[in-house]
């Protein structure tokens, strides 16, 4: 975010510095959210981290909005290794990998029937619970998956008010009371061959509310924002769900943010196109566009999209569309967000009428009744359409109304990089576009600027209110009938609820994640708390509002945290202001923020399951009762066997996790990079001790998204954690007595400064501890091929204690016999050759009844290594000739990239992930079948095999957790 000294990322990941810290519930921004995160990053790690997000100083100066993301997040690096070593994903080769897949599926199941009977089983969660403890109000409540976009039925009254969600990696779900709580949920996404929801919207001709659309592909701005294939149709409530084939061509590689059915004309659609990042699923995101992707913009089609979309004109240059991001050829991308369009309405009197929010370039207007042509012309423009940052992440919403018989527009604008977010109104749009364009500048009629940026002022409220993401999460919304009436949306103002330790602001609100105004955008209220004792509050990263069409004051909130309503009852508690330790400016502020919030704030997440999982861990003393999971934005889960028995144990984001081989009560979990804590207590919320403080001040060394991190299967308290060396700790980190009395994350509400506080005894093995030296295996002491990044798998032979199986991000592969040895004499065997892919590892099994003989699966595309083909491999290591023997046994997986892979060793079976589901390799066979009946087409991340407990887990990216029971023997 406009840092000093920034670069492109070419190749070169961001360091692992920037810790994970859950600094509160809600400071855990997602890890994909990237806006800004998306274009800034520097050779050296930043002044301070939140959240896994590095900070730099001009940031930090800002006070208000202080807050940074990382631009190379999860969902960045997991397109990027799919990618690798090309720099995008076009959408045949997506198309060519699904295809694939299909193929494997065609030819049978190996568990279950075709009906689902006796195949994968969802464990959840379901029930969702997020303890008091890990809430920053104190408060216990529910979450679930990022939500994109809602949409409500046209009636909405007790047992009878349907309203559908959007999940950026779960599909479409739906309930038919959402005034209930609990809310009854299914999902609705059948027929639908992509996860990832960017809008919906229900046909206004039809009364009954059934016939609605679904845009694939979620616009948010964000890397993780996963392209889609088109639009969809439904004409059954949501039932089943059919492609609108027109709308594939000029959305391919793209996202639809936004669909518009003509209230008069129910063949006559507009959507809206932005940029989003190809993988399929959510996480699997990235940066880069692939050549001759369509245009972005907006298409129309007068017959409902059978055929073709046409490009609407434009006032611009070529008079067709708005200036287009490129598609670069570096490979660290730069290929944002510019000319999407991040929302489509219409005039509520003059359907004709048809109002555009872009990214970069404002807001957009079509009226031939107003302008005289069928051409788009700029009516506000963006606060910075031109410097290089902020034409990555400007953004601009809308809210489109009438009063007093004149068409009412409020316009939102930021990008938080190089303007603050600020908020506009124009009473009377009905005037000339070029007239409404010169008032933003004049003060002449036209636009109203409704915001200030003097502390205590009226307008303070809606200054940089979505501070540095408003590319990634700034809804307004304005109930229908009620002009008066706006709801705007963005990033939790951490520093106003103490929760920013590098820029500490007096406590004046309860973070203003989302905020209400009842006169026309001029005062707000803080809707993010209610008024229970302690309060139930909403999750940071706003994206999608919409009312209960009887009651405006009943608002549906979607959240990186799922769905939450508010019950339609304000209160008064701005006398609570006097308790606080503020005064002045602040006070006032506070008095006027409180003055009306919600009575009660209401969590719909339970049965909601779309938790985007990133990996799941067993405990191997109970591997049919508890496991551990790490999730998106949302923490780490841990069950014990029962469907009730979910509850997220910590929070942040979660990464890998494990239990002790040796005492079933000692666990491990991180946050991102290889920040992580140590539980003696089981999975207790209040158990988790930070450990990672000797990584963390390695100041020069690169780490993934979400390091590997191993338990060693076993030898008790030893784990090893993969950075550009492998790091290991022999003794669960330290001294329980000092870590739990140091170093515990509840005791200092997770604000551990890892420089000034020894956590942890981690020793970096192979020799040194520098960039470069004997134990760096991305380095130079191993060769010049395939060089750079850090560690991807780390696997430990539970036969022989002594060997070790590792690999990095661009295809070498190492075995050490003497992984237990002093951390200075470890040593390592490199044994990938030229013939091996030079791709992302995505996972490494070793035999148990011989350390040298394992399994090894890649990611990405042969078609990007054609001379180096294949995904999964055989391999057996010569410890007396230091070489190996790999064998190919991809046999008819196709070209599709394997994401994870497990093993049966009673079976001798094999089972790899993929961006579709799960696969399976039947022990003397030679052709892959679909593993079991029952998992929904969603991508999968992780797998965790048993096979004492004869069972495997799937950790899905959108749709929570799969357990497949698994036989004693093959049948």
Excluded at 930 to 959: I, K, Q
Aim: glycine residues 12%; aromatic residues 8%.
């Amino acid at each position: 975010m406009g840092e000093t000294g920034r670069k492109e990322l070419a190749e070169e990941p961001r360091s692992h510095l920037t810790r994970a810290r859950l600094l509160s519930r809600l400071t855990a921004i997602a890890a994909g959210s990237v806006l800004v995160s998306a274009v800034a990053m520097t050779s050296q790690p930043a002044s301070g981290a939140i959240s896994g997000r590095s900070l730099s100083q001009d940031v930090l100066g800002k006070g208000e909005a202080g807050r940074d993301t990382s631009p190379f997040t999860a969902a960045q690096e997991q397109y990027d290794n799919r990618a690798l070593p090309s720099a995008f994903i076009p959408t045949d080769q997506v198309v060519k990998a699904r295809d694939s897949f299909r193929l494997v599926k065609a030819k049978g199941v190996q568990h279950g029937t075709v009906t689902g009977s006796g195949g994968w089983q969802l464990i959840g969660p379901t029930g969702n619970v997020v303890p008091a403890p890990v809430t920053y109000t104190g408060r216990a409540t529910s979450d679930s998956g990022r939500v994109t976009a809602l949409a409500i039925a046209p009636t909405c009254a007790p047992r009878n008010c349907r309203l559908w969600v959007g999940a950026a990696g779960g599909g479409v779900w739906i309930t038919d009371d959402a005034l209930a709580v609990p809310a009854a949920w299914r999902a609705s996404s059948a027929g639908m061959a992509s996860n990832s929801i960017g809008s919906l919207a229900v046909d206004p001709n039809d009364a009954s509310g059934q016939t609605l659309y679904a845009g694939t592909g979620e616009p948010n701005g964000s890397t993780d924002s996963e392209a889609g294939i088109g639009l969809y149709k439904s004409t059954n409530g949501g039932a089943s769900w059919t492609l609108v084939q027109g709308s594939v061509p000029v959305s391919r590689d793209r996202s639809i943010a936004a669909v518009v059915v003509d209230p008069s004309n129910a063949s006559h659609l507009l959507i809206g196109t932005a940029v989003a990042r190809h993988g399929h699923s959510s996480v699997y995101g990235g940066r880069h566009t692939p050549p001759n992707a369509p245009s972005i913009g907006v298409y129309e089609s007068f017959d409902g999209g059978a055929t073709t979309f046409a490009m609407t004109n434009w006032q611009t240059a070529d008079g067709h569309f708005l200036p287009q991001d490129t598609a670069s050829s570096s490979i660290s991308g730069g290929d944002f967000f510019k000319g999407g369009i991040s929302d489509l309405q219409l005039d509520t009197t003059d359907h004709a009428t048809v109002y555009a929010a872009s990214f970069v370039f404002g807001v957009w207007r079509r009226s031939p009744r107003l302008d005289g042509d069928n051409t788009f012309h700029q009516i506000i423009s963006g606060n910075d359409q031109t410097s290089a940052v902020a034409t990555q992440v400007e953004r601009a919403a809308i809210a489109v109304t009438a009063k007093n018989g004149h068409t009412r527009v409020y316009a939102g604008l930021g990008n938080g990089a190089t303007a603050d977010s600020n908020l506009w109104r124009a009473d009377n749009a009905d005037v000339s576009a070029a007239a409404l364009f010169a008032s933003k500048t004049t003060g002449v009629g036209g636009w109203k600027l409704l915001s200030d940026s003097r502390n205590g002022s009226d307008g303070f409220a809606s200054f940089n209110w979505c501070g540095g993401q408003c590319s990634y999460d700034m809804p307004i919304a304005s109930p229908a009938g009620h002009p008066d009436n706006l709801w705007i949306g963005g990033q939790m103002q951490y520093g106003e609820i103490g929760q920013d330790i590098f820029n500490p602001r007096p406590p004046r609100s309860n973070g203003r994640t989302i905020q209400r105004s009842t006169d026309g955008g001029q005062t707000f209220t803080d809707m993010t708390n209610d008024t229970q004792s302690p309060p139930l509050g909403m999750h940071p990263d706003q994206h999608a509002i919409v009312f209960d069409p009887s009651n405006p004051d009943i608002a549906f909130v979607g959240s990186d945290g799922g769905v939450v309503r508010t019950n339609g009852q304000f209160v008064d508690t701005s006398n609570t202001c006097f308790s606080r330790p503020i005064r002045g400016s602040d006070l006032q502020d506070c008095r006027k923020w409180l003055a009306a919030i919600p009575n009660r704030i209401l969590s719909l997440n339970d049965g909601l399951a779309t938790l985007q999982y990133q990996s799941v861990s067993i405990n191997p003393h109970d591997p049919l009762h508890e496991v551990l999971g790490g999730t998106q934005d949302n923490g780490t889960w841990a069950w014990s066997g029962t469907p009730d028995s979910w509850f997220e144990s910590v929070g942040g984001d979660g990464g890998q996790s494990g239990t002790d081989a040796a005492n079933r009560n000692i666990r491990v979990h991180s946050y991102t990079g290889a920040d992580m804590d140590i539980n003696f207590q089981g999975s207790a919320t209040s158990g988790w001790d930070f450990i990672s403080s000797p990584m963390d001040q390695n100041a020069t060394e690169f780490g993934a998204f979400y390091s590997p991190i191993i338990m060693d299967p076993t030898e008790g308290g030893t784990i090893f954690v993969g950075l550009q060396h492998i790091w290991r700790t022999q003794d669960s980190g330290g001294s329980r007595a000092y870590l739990d009395a140091n170093c515990n994350e509840q005791a200092v509400n997770f604000n551990i400064n890892p420089f000034t506080t020894n956590c942890g005894d981690w020793v970096p093995i192979g020799g040194g501890s520098q960039v470069g030296d004997a134990g760096d295996l991305t380095g130079p002491a191993f060769g010049s091929d395939k060089g750079g990044f850090y560690v991807v798998a780390i696997s430990r032979a539970p036969s022989n204690k002594n060997v070790m199986w590792a690999a990095t991000r661009r295809g070498r592969i190492f075995v050490s016999s003497n992984a237990q040895d002093s951390a200075a004499s470890v040593t390592y065997n490199r044994i990938d050759t030229a013939n091996q892919p030079a791709r992302f590892v995505s996972g490494i099994v070793v035999d148990p009844a011989n350390a040298n003989h394992a399994w090894i699966s890649f990611s990405g595309y042969n078609a990007f290594t054609p001379s180096q083909p294949g995904h999964v491999f055989e391999v057996t290591f010569n410890p007396k000739k230091g070489t190996a023997t790999f064998t190919d046994r991809s046999l008819n997986l196709g070209d599709q990239p394997i994401t994870g892979l497990a093993r049966d060793d009673q079976t001798g079976d094999l089972y790899a992930s993929t961006d579709f589901g799960v696969v399976e390799l039947r022990a003397g066979t030679k052709q892959w079948l679909e593993a079991a009946a029952g998992l929904p087409p969603v991508a999968v991340y992780g797998l965790s095999l048993s096979s004492s407990g004869r069972v495997l887990y799937a950790a899905t990216h959108g749709r929570s957790i799969y357990r497949l029971t698994l036989g004693a023997q093959n049948q």
